[in-house]
């Protein structure tokens, strides 16, 4: 069956940096569109990143962008998430997502998540 596990979250000073990881099983990693999303409390889920099925697009949400880099290892069957220069807004858990299609403005409608990842930008 589908199966989406992430890992990489923790405590991270602001400033800091962490690699998220996603690890896929159950499917063709290439066939489907991955995102992260996160949420934080008392927020609702809102996207982060998402990668088209032949990695050759990527959105960003603003608040991200230039910070963040959304990757895909076919072989090892993960796709990563690498964030960098931290802040406090980043603290959320973090969740990947597979959705049957891209869209410019990110992965809608996801079909399956993982369990998420705790990140926490404190000092």
């Known amino acids: 069956q589908v199966q989406l596990v992430e890992s990489g979250g923790g405590l991270v000073q602001p400033g800091g940096s962490l690699r998220l990881s996603c690890a896929a099983s159950g499917f063709t990693l290439d066939d489907y569109a991955i995102g992260w999303f996160r949420q934080a409390p008392g927020k609702e889920r809102e996207g982060v990143s998402c990668l088209s099925h032949s990695g050759g697009s990527t959105w960003y949400a603003d608040s991200v962008k230039g910070r963040f880099t959304i990757s895909r290892d076919n072989g090892k069957k993960r796709v990563y998430l690498q964030m960098n220069s931290l802040t406090p807004d980043d603290t959320a858990v973090y969740y990947c997502?597979?959705?049957?299609?891209?869209?410019?403005?990110?992965?809608?409608?996801?079909?399956?998540w993982g369990q998420g990842t705790q990140v926490t930008v404190s000092s």
């Open positions: 997502a597979r959705s049957g299609i891209y869209a410019p403005y990110g992965c809608p409608n996801p079909l399956d």
